[in-house]
């Protein structure tokens, strides 16, 4: 990855799941990654629709890019991938972290799914391994494993923008939770730490804000603004401060609403549940395991 490529980055707000996607192409080079897309869902209903995928959809084209990636920092538990319908409608290939297997095993077992469930990553057309450096046209990007949030986390590094997914959010708003299941607040310290290492100005973009009271919606950052107000992991917090601060807050958190569905649909890279007998997909919801 060469310092002097600069990346273009546009963000694209969901406001009812409070998600942040980014198209993001290197200057005067057609060929861009699409990060975290969102699938419109209904929770009421049980309808999915695609009006925030259609914008992407429409900017895409309107630039005349290309896409190349479709990438996936985490399998989201609050919002529902576009990542299948992105494909079909622009090409790219779909990429993860290479431990969803781990993501994906732990979820049969918790919505019992059909046998020939593959807990080995295949429905991704790539799974990313930890520091690997990967094409994006002419540029390069690089993986960075992040476990904590989920075991398969991943971030994503164009030049001095990283994608940090749920891992860390805007200093004021603090950390990922570590409840899920394969969550760990320990894993999650010392990815932080890993993000923390790189330069002071490296910019970080969520995957999610959640602006307390009197505060506009945001999702950029810097690593020194991290590391010098994060309220939950700034520097001097010990792993052992942070661990128990995560794991009390964790307590007091409910479900996301999504994530019945969500993770369902997410471990198959967008993919709805294979229809039954009569040509209708459906969602599992465990009762009294969660």
């Known amino acids: 990855m060469t310092s002097i490529t600069r990346?273009?980055?546009?963000?694209?707000?969901?406001r009812p799941t409070w998600t942040i996607s980014y198209?993001?192409?290197?200057?005067?080079?057609?060929a861009c990654a699409i990060i975290d897309p969102v699938l419109d869902y209904d929770p009421k209903s049980g309808r999915t629709s695609t009006l925030s995928a259609d914008r992407i959809?429409?900017?895409?084209?309107?630039?005349?890019?290309?896409?190349?990636?479709?990438?996936?920092?985490?399998?989201?538990?609050?919002?529902?991938?576009a990542a299948a319908y992105l494909k079909r409608a622009l090409g790219g290939k779909?990429?993860?972290?290479?431990?969803?297997?781990?993501?994906?095993?732990?979820?049969?077992?918790?919505?019992?799914?059909?046998?020939?469930?593959?807990?080995?990553?295949?429905?991704?057309?790539?799974?990313l391994h930890d520091d690997e450096r990967f094409a994006l046209?002419?540029?390069?990007?690089?993986?960075?494993?992040?476990?904590?949030?989920?075991?398969?986390?991943?971030?994503?590094?164009?030049?001095?923008?990283?994608?940090?997914?749920?891992?860390?959010f805007l200093p004021d708003v603090g950390s990922a939770r570590c409840d899920f299941?394969?969550?760990?607040?320990?894993?999650?310290?010392?990815?932080?730490?890993r993000l923390l290492a790189l330069g002071d100005d490296t910019r970080l973009f969520m995957c999610h804000d959640y602006p307390p009271a009197g505060r506009e919606f945001a999702f950029q950052t810097t690593v020194r603004a991290?590391?010098?107000?994060?309220?939950?992991?700034?520097?001097?917090?010990?792993?052992?401060?942070?661990?128990?601060?995560?794991?009390?807050?964790?307590?007091t958190l409910e479900m996301p609403v999504l994530i019945l569905p969500s993770v369902q649909i997410n471990i198959r890279a967008g993919a709805l549940p294979p229809p039954e007998a009569n040509g209708v997909s459906y969602a599992k919801i465990p009762l009294n395991l969660l």
């Not at 192409?25 to 057609?30: I, L, M, Q, R, S």
């Not at 001097?236 to 964790?250: C, K, M, N, P, Y």
């Open 7 to 14: 990346f273009t980055i546009h963000p694209f707000i969901d």
């Open 137 to 168: 046209g002419s540029a390069h990007a690089r993986a960075l494993l992040v476990p904590g949030h989920t075991p398969a986390c991943m971030a994503y590094q164009f030049g001095d923008a990283v994608f940090v997914g749920d891992t860390l």
């Open 94 to 127: 779909t990429a993860i972290g290479d431990r969803i297997g781990l993501v994906q095993a732990q979820f049969k077992r918790i919505f019992n799914l059909e046998p020939d469930f593959a807990s080995d990553g295949s429905q991704f057309d790539h799974l």
């Open 23 to 30: 198209v993001v192409h290197a200057e005067g080079d057609p």
């Open 226 to 251: 991290q590391r010098e107000h994060n309220i939950h992991l700034h520097q001097g917090i010990s792993q052992a401060e942070f661990v128990a601060l995560r794991t009390a807050r964790d307590k």
């Open 57 to 81: 959809i429409e900017f895409v084209r309107s630039q005349q890019l290309t896409v190349q990636w479709i990438l996936e920092t985490h399998a989201h538990a609050d919002h529902v991938s």
């Open 181 to 193: 299941p394969g969550g760990d607040a320990a894993q999650l310290y010392a990815s932080v730490q």
